[in-house]
Structures are given as C-alpha cells and as structure tokens.
C-alpha cells in the first residue's frame, strides 16, 4: 500500500466549477501536511500547508480529518490557469522528509 | 535570486555510461534533496544533505551516489547509467525552520533518458 494515495484523475471540470480532492495517508504518527502544484513539465510548487482547523486562501480550502487519515482540497470558482498536478504532501515528524502522493490531474475547460 | 538551478536541463545516455547532475542553490539553505519523478510514481526520494559534508539515504538510493562538498551545491552521481534510471530528477532545498512546516524549494529538473 502506498504510504499517500490520490486518485490520478484527470478531472475535467468547466470554468467556475467547484472541484474537490480528497488524499489519504497511511501512519498515523504523520504530522505535518501540505499540497503542492506541479504545472505540466515544470517543478513542483508549495500551494498551501494544511492545518488541523481547516485553512482556507482564496478560492482554495484544505481540510484535515486525522481520525480518517485523509487530507482535502476545494477549489472554488476554477479557472482556466487552476489546470495543474496536485501533489498530497505528507512528512512523519519536523526536520523528516516529504513524502509525495502520485498527483491529482485537473483540466478546467472554457 | 537564482533560488535553485539544475544542470543539465536534458541529457541522453547510453547504458553504462556515467554522469553527473549538478544542483545549486543560493537562498543559504542547509537541506538539500534529490528526488525521481516517474509516471505514476510520485517524487521519490533518492539522497538528501542535511548539511555541508554530511549526506544520507532516501527511498530508492540504488544506483546513485550524491556529495555536497559546499553547501550551496549537491551532486548527484550515475556511475553506470541503466533504463531504469530514465527519468525525471529534482532537487530541492529547505531551511529547517523553528516548525515544522518549512517548504522545499524545488528546481526545474533534469530529463535524463538512458538508452
């Protein structure tokens, strides 16, 4: 079993779609959480951590449910330039390394 | 600032041959990562450097050695290059903060295929 699981999609969703991924992770002694955007052919990028009461920038939500080991993202109103890879980000405890999911794919079509 | 840079960009091998992929960093920080991105895979860590002098092991180390003789520089070495090895590579980089939410910094990656 993978350690961090997403589904790879791609979802296709219109412009200001409301789109949602979900991710899960299997040690429950993680600790800290994050999504990262990987834009086609280029290096991954922090988008947003996710913290334990939900945080939200923008169009974009992050959700955390420890009990159920699983990590989401909302974004609202999608537009065009949202179309990206969004990488699930584990790490297990400070100062240990990042584990990645495979990605989400998201197109958003005019 | 450059912030992380990569070198080469792109490089074809051939099986057996050997390379080394040069990653530099100016933002002064301490950890410095080498990853492999394959479809489907997800990033996978091959070394990382917690500091200057001082590497370890990640996920899928085989293969491959790394020296980070300065800090702002990290190597990654291929001493016999097979096609398994073809893919992506990605360094990054981080400070280790007071917590523990410090981002990786990543740069623009190396597309190595090996024939």
């Known amino acids: 079993r993978k350690e961090v699981e997403q589904d790879p999609g791609p979802f296709n969703v219109p412009e200001g779609a409301t789109v949602a991924f979900n991710c899960t992770y299997s040690n429950s002694a993680s600790q800290s959480f994050f999504w990262y955007r990987q834009d086609c052919r280029k290096e991954p990028k922090l988008l947003m951590s996710?913290?334990?009461s939900g945080n939200e920038d923008g169009r974009f939500t992050a959700q955390l449910n420890r009990a159920s080991q699983y990590i989401s993202l909302l974004i609202r109103d999608s537009k065009l330039s949202d179309s990206a890879t969004y990488l699930c980000?584990?790490?297990?405890?400070?100062?240990?390394?990042?584990?990645f999911g495979g990605g989400t794919r998201l197109m958003v079509k005019p | 600032n450059a912030g992380v840079t990569q070198t080469p960009k792109f490089r074809v091998l051939k099986t057996g041959q050997s390379m080394t992929l040069l990653c530099a960093q100016d933002?002064?920080?301490?950890?410095m990562y080498w990853y492999r991105q394959d479809p489907g895979m997800g990033l996978r860590l091959i070394h990382y450097s917690v500091g200057e002098g001082t590497t370890a092991k990640g996920e899928v180390p085989d293969g491959y050695n790394v020296s980070r003789l300065k800090k702002q520089n990290f190597l990654l070495g291929l001493e016999s290059a097979a096609p398994s090895q073809t893919s992506v590579y990605f360094c990054a980089s981080s400070y280790p903060g007071l917590r523990s939410q410090e981002t990786q910094y990543f740069g623009p990656g190396t597309r190595l295929l090996v024939l």
């Open positions: 980000v584990v790490r297990l405890r400070a100062g240990n390394m990042l584990t």
């Open positions: 996710v913290y334990s």
């Open positions: 933002m002064n920080h301490e950890y």
